[in-house]
């Protein structure tokens, strides 16, 4: 019996120790991963941030990046003056998922997103996320008007941001940042301001 309960604290104890946060992710990732900071830098702005300071740090371009948000499961990073990632650790089916968001301003905010295993391999997007077409941003009345709708606007601008805290991935319309307010006013009616989905412990799907 005493074997047993030891068994069982030594696979607990196991466990614990090869738990990795969202922020042992970030410093673990490999340089290709984040070639603007090298993990050194990437270890001091985890701790600068639990410290409580704002502190930026230098990157490769001679700029600044500083962490803006942080919690066992994400970690958001502003990389430059225009450009930013979120890390997000989701739970699999099959074992924990790393979500990789990208944004840029283009001025409007576009993101894309990316997929890993907890060794930092790449797995395919496709699997876990396929990205809205007009289909899915045109509202009623949008989709009667179509036409007119993708003869003006030649593609979609969105920004992901994954909620640690549910794990549900919400794309916001970021149209009105790039085009002719006019323009956007008139289209405004026919676009839907934001999507959302939830993730499924196997992708994330649309939430009904």
């Known amino acids: 019996m005493k074997k047993y309960l030891l068994a069982i604290a030594i696979g607990a104890a196991s466990l614990t120790a090869t738990a990795q946060s969202a922020a042992d992710l970030f410093t673990s990732a490999p340089q290709n991963i984040?070639?603007?900071?090298?993990?050194?830098?990437?270890?001091?702005m985890v701790d600068y941030f639990k410290n409580g300071m704002t502190t930026p740090s230098q990157n490769q371009l001679d700029?600044?990046?500083?962490?803006?948000?942080?919690?066992?499961?994400s970690i958001t990073v502003k990389m430059t003056d225009s450009s930013a990632i979120q890390l997000v650790e989701l739970k699999g089916s099959k074992g924990n998922i790393i979500a990789l968001i990208s944004t840029v301003a283009t001025p409007g905010l576009d993101s894309n997103i990316?997929?890993?295993?907890?060794?930092?391999?790449p797995l395919p997007t496709e699997t876990y996320f396929t990205k809205p077409g007009w289909k899915e941003w045109l509202t009623e009345s949008g989709s009667k008007n179509e036409?007119?709708?993708?003869?003006?606007?030649?593609?979609?601008?969105?920004?992901?941001?994954?909620?640690?805290?549910?794990?549900?991935l919400t794309l916001t319309n970021n149209?009105?940042?790039?085009?002719?307010?006019?323009?956007?006013?008139?289209?405004?009616?026919?676009?839907?301001?934001?999507?959302?989905?939830e993730w499924t412990g196997k992708g994330f799907k649309v939430k009904k």
């Open 147 to 168: 036409a007119n709708v993708t003869m003006q606007v030649p593609f979609m601008l969105a920004s992901y941001r994954i909620d640690p805290s549910t794990s549900t």
């Open 34 to 44: 984040f070639p603007l900071l090298d993990r050194n830098t990437r270890l001091d």
């Open 114 to 121: 990316r997929f890993y295993d907890p060794d930092w391999k």
């Open 175 to 197: 149209l009105d940042k790039f085009l002719d307010k006019a323009l956007y006013d008139d289209l405004s009616s026919d676009l839907k301001p934001s999507l959302t989905y």
């Open 63 to 73: 700029g600044r990046s500083a962490i803006t948000e942080m919690t066992p499961e």
